[in-house]
C-alpha cells in the first residue's frame, strides 16, 4: 500500500516539473558545433581539384570545371558543382579532404521537400547556403 | 425536475423530457471530450511532457478534430463477421451506460427520475455493457477480439460482485436504496468516514468495472493489440470510446453520491455555493484520480487479477457488511 501511495506521490510531483518537450518546427533548435549539415560551397576558393568527388563514398558529388578567364593565370575555376542530397550521407569526407576549404559544413539539416528532384542541389544553392556555417572545418 | 417527474404522463412533458436527455446528451459529449482532452494533457505532465499543444488554442480542439476524423472514417467490417452483431454490439454497450444516468440526481432537484432502487437500476444496467463487449469480441471473428471480450466478461463479473457488495454498507446506513435519500442520509458526515473500508473496495472494484489502468487488461494494448474493439473503426470504435467514459462520468457519480454527499458542501457555511458545483468538483475530482492512476500503475497479470477479486476484495466487502450490521444493530439497542 506505501508503494502505491509513493507512486502516486511521484507522478503528482511530476506535473509540475520542468517539461523535455523541445519547440522544434517553432523555434530553431540550436546544434551542437561539430554537427555535420548541408554544405556550404564557395566557388572562388574551389581550384577544381577534384579530390572531393572523388573521396565522396555515395558518389553523390558532380563536378565540371573550365579555364581560368584570365590568360595569364595557371588552373581552372569551377563551372558546375552539384551534390545529390537523395543520396549524401554528409558524412563530412569532401569537407576535410578539401585543400582550400571550398566546401564546408553547416547546422542546418532541413531537407524535406515534395518533389525528389529538389534534392539535386547546385551550385548556386549551395553558395547561398551561407548561414549557421560551421566554425572549424 | 421533480414537480415534472410528478405530473400525469402527456405528450407535452414527454417532449421536455426529450429535450432534457438531450441537453444532457450534449453535456456528457462535452464532457467526454474534455475528459479526453485531460487525461493526454495530465498525462502528458506526469510524464514530464505537454500533451496536445497544435490543434486550436493549448490544443483544445484535439479531440474535436479526432472525433471528426473517426466520424468520417470508411465504416470497415471484416469479411466473415457476424453482420448483426457486429453492428449491434456498440450499440448494446453504449446504450445502457447512457441510460444509467437517469437515476443520479445531480442536485435536489436535477434528477431524470426518482427511482427506490436507484442502485439496483445502476448495477444492473451498467451489466449489460459487459454482453455488448463480449457480443463485439465475438462478432468481430478476431481471435485477439475475442480473447479481449472474454477477458472483459470475466473481470467485469468477478468485480460486480464486490462492488455491490461494498455498497451494502452504505444501503444499511441509510435504510433506502434511493440514490436522494442515501445523499439526504449524509448530512451530517459523509460516508467514505464511517464505511471506509466500503469505500476502498467500491474505489478498486470500480476501477475494474470501467476497464482502466491498472484493470485494463481487456484493452491491453501490448498482448491484445487493441482488446474487443480491435476490428472497429470509425463511428462504432467511437461508441465503444464513448461508452468507456460515460461510464467514468457515471461511476464518478455514483461515488460522489455514494461516499462524498452528492451535492452537499463540505461545510453547512458553504452552502451559498449552489450543490451542482460541488457535485462537478467531486465528479472531477474522481475523474483526475483516474488519469493520475493512469499515469503511475502498471497491469497485473489475469491470474493476479481474478483472485485479487474474489479472495481479497470480496472477504473485506463481506467483512464490511458484518462490521456495519453489527455496529448499527448495537447503535438501535438490538445487541
Known amino acids: 500500500m506505501l508503494g502505491l501511495a509513493k507512486g502516486l506521490g511521484y507522478t503528482f510531483k511530476r506535473m509540475t516539473a520542468k517539461k523535455v518537450t523541445h519547440f522544434y518546427p517553432d523555434v530553431p533548435f540550436p546544434m551542437p558545433p561539430r554537427f555535420r549539415g548541408i554544405q556550404h560551397f564557395s566557388p572562388e576558393k574551389c581550384i577544381v581539384c577534384n579530390q572531393c568527388a572523388r573521396i565522396c563514398p555515395t558518389e553523390c558529388i558532380q563536378l565540371t570545371g573550365k579555364p581560368h578567364p584570365d590568360p595569364e593565370k595557371k588552373g581552372k575555376i569551377i563551372d558546375t558543382y552539384d551534390i545529390n542530397f537523395e543520396i549524401c550521407i554528409l558524412c563530412d569526407l569532401c569537407t576535410e579532404v578539401c585543400p582550400t576549404e571550398a566546401i564546408v559544413m553547416t547546422n542546418n539539416f532541413e531537407l524535406a521537400t515534395y518533389s525528389r528532384d529538389e534534392l539535386y542541389k547546385n551550385l548556386t544553392w549551395l553558395d547561398d547556403n551561407n548561414t549557421n556555417v560551421r566554425e572549424e572545418n | 425536475m421533480r414537480d415534472l417527474l410528478q405530473q400525469t404522463p402527456s405528450l407535452g412533458n414527454a417532449l421536455w423530457f426529450f429535450l432534457a436527455a438531450v441537453v444532457l446528451l450534449v453535456i456528457l459529449l462535452g464532457f467526454v471530450t474534455y475528459a479526453i482532452y485531460f487525461e493526454r494533457k495530465v498525462i502528458g505532465w506526469m510524464q514530464a511532457r505537454i500533451g496536445p499543444n497544435r490543434v486550436g488554442p493549448l490544443g483544445l480542439l484535439q479531440t474535436v478534430a479526432d472525433v471528426a476524423k473517426l466520424l468520417i472514417k470508411e465504416d470497415t467490417r471484416p469479411k466473415h463477421a457476424d453482420k448483426a452483431l457486429y453492428a449491434l454490439a456498440p450499440i448494446l454497450a453504449y446504450a445502457p451506460a447512457f441510460a444509467v444516468l437517469a437515476v443520479l440526481p445531480f442536485t435536489e432537484t436535477l434528477q431524470f427520475a426518482d427511482l427506490g432502487i436507484g442502485i439496483l437500476y445502476y448495477i444492473a444496467l451498467s451489466g449489460i455493457t459487459v454482453l455488448g463487449v463480449i ?60 464505511q471506509f473500508l466500503g469505500f476502498a473496495v467500491f474505489l478498486v472494484a470500480a476501477q475494474a468495472e470501467l476497464n482502466r489502468t491498472p484493470f485494463d487488461l481487456p484493452e491491453a494494448e501490448s498482448e491484445l493489440v487493441g482488446g474487443y474493439h480491435v476490428e472497429y473503426s470509425g463511428f462504432r470504435f467511437a461508441m465503444f470510446m464513448l461508452a468507456e467514459y460515460v461510464y467514468m462520468f457515471g461511476m464518478g457519480a455514483m461515488v460522489t453520491i455514494l461516499f462524498f454527499g452528492g451535492w452537499l458542501p463540505i461545510h453547512p457555511a458553504l452552502s451559498f455555493i449552489p450543490g451542482i458545483v460541488w457535485f462537478a468538483v467531486k465528479l472531477l475530482l474522481y475523474v483526475f484520480l483516474q488519469f493520475w492512476l493512469r499515469a503511475t500503475m502498471p497491469r497485473p497479470r489475469v491470474d493476479q487479477l481474478m483472485s485479487f477479486a474474489w479472495k481479497v476484495l470480496l472477504p473485506v466487502a463481506l467483512l464490511n457488511i458484518l462490521i456495519t450490521a453489527v455496529v448499527i444493530s448495537y447503535q438501535s439497542g438490538m445487541i
Do not use: C, H
Not at chain 2, 466478461?153 to 461494498?166: F, N
Open chain 2, 135 to 194: 457480443t463485439a469480441g465475438w462478432a468481430s471473428n478476431n481471435k485477439y477480439s475475442l480473447i479481449g471480450g472474454l477477458r472483459s466478461a470475466a473481470q467485469m463479473i468477478s468485480y460486480e460482485v464486490p462492488l455491490v457488495m461494498s455498497v451494502v454498507g452504505v444501503v444499511l446506513m441509510t435504510g433506502s436504496m434511493n440514490l436522494r435519500e442515501i445523499v439526504l442520509a449524509q448530512q451530517d458526515m459523509w460516508n467514505f468516514i464511517p
